[in-house]
């Protein structure tokens, strides 16, 4: 029998709280694992408490939704430093930024490309090279090439 790893758990979990997500255009997950491999916060993408869970446009960067990971870190429940963050998608360059100001993650594993149109028209950094820029380790684990 072969068990999985805990980065397959912390992806598998960050999908499960995807599935949460009312967005029509792309539902998103997010899982904090701390050092010891213990979930300390999980969010998805939605409305912020008590708003229609719809989406505002389906223009990029326009759902009116409040992103899976920053609502992983608003419900963490901090044990040390050295966490691992897993999501779906590579986070947008907001997130990454929140990301680096939590201090608190080390990794960041995630499963498909984001590209923020706008960023990389503009030859802006993506998410993805912001939070290695901060030092953070980062890796896209599936769907093709990781963002440099």
Known sequence: MTRPTFDDLGLATARLWATRSADSKVQVGACILDRHH????????????????????????????????????????WNGEGHTLY??????????????NSRRIGRVLYEANYRET???????PSGAAILRGAGIEVQCVTGGADDT
Request: a negative charge; charged letters at 20%.
């Open 38 to 77: 213990r979930v300390v916060g999980v969010g998805y993408n939605g409305r912020a408490a008590g708003e229609p869970n719809e989406r505002e446009s389906l223009v990029q960067g326009g759902s009116g939704f409040i992103h899976a990971e920053v609502n992983a870190l608003l419900a963490a429940n």
């Open 87 to 100: 999501v779906t998608h590579e986070p947008c360059a907001a997130c990454a930024r929140l990301i680096v």
């Open 118 to 124: 706008v960023r990389v028209d503009a030859g802006l």
